[in-house]
């Protein structure tokens, strides 16, 4: 299986400062038509949070459409720039997201299982895997122990050595560990 993983995309509104410096739409959509146009292309496409800039409705409403262009299916997860509720509102004809509580689910496909954690806090650049959500994937992992699983959240569980993503990076991480 061939999994692509994109990260960051931070869509934004086109009045803003941000969009004018950055033209995060327009990356975004060379990234999908590059995707698109692979000879092999992936099994599917991973977004890992940071959907949106400033976890805005109308952002959400720009990445929605883009997301359409992509020829391979696609499965969303959220970062500390995302807004947890709006998203799951925008992005409620997603099967695979939950309607409401934190966004982390696991799918199937080609006996390999795939769980996207919820590691934001809201307004807040760090993340956490609280107590709760670390409960939700023993449970998860416990339903299947012998089935290969691949895990994707934003924040990193480890250090990476670049002191502003350490900043910002996964809280309590050796809870994760255990």
């Not at 959907?51 to 952002?59: H, I, Q």
């Not at 499965?75 to 500390?80: C, E, R």
């Not at 695979?96 to 934001?120: C, S, V, W």
Request: aromatic content about 8%.
């Amino acid at each position: 299986m061939i999994i692509a993983q994109l990260s960051d995309p931070h869509i934004s509104t086109p009045d803003t400062e941000f969009d004018a410096l950055y033209k995060t739409s327009e990356k975004l959509k060379t990234a999908i038509n590059s995707l698109n146009r692979l000879n092999k292309k992936p099994d599917l496409v991973m977004i890992t949070g940071d959907l949106v800039n400033c976890g805005e409705e109308a952002e959400y409403k720009i990445l929605k459409p883009i997301l359409d262009q992509l020829d391979i299916p696609c499965y969303l997860g959220i970062g500390n720039h995302d807004c947890r509720e709006t998203f799951q509102t925008v992005f409620s004809d997603h099967d695979y997201l939950p309607k409401d509580g934190f966004a982390h689910y696991a799918i199937e496909q080609d006996n390999l299982r795939l769980i996207m954690l919820d590691t934001n806090i809201y307004r807040a650049p760090q993340g956490v895997l609280c107590p709760e959500r670390l409960a939700w994937l023993d449970k998860t992992l416990m339903e299947k122990p012998n089935m290969p699983t691949l895990l994707f959240m934003h924040h990193p569980p480890f250090k990476t050595g670049i002191k502003t993503m350490d900043d910002m990076g996964l809280e309590e991480a050796e809870a994760f560990g255990k």
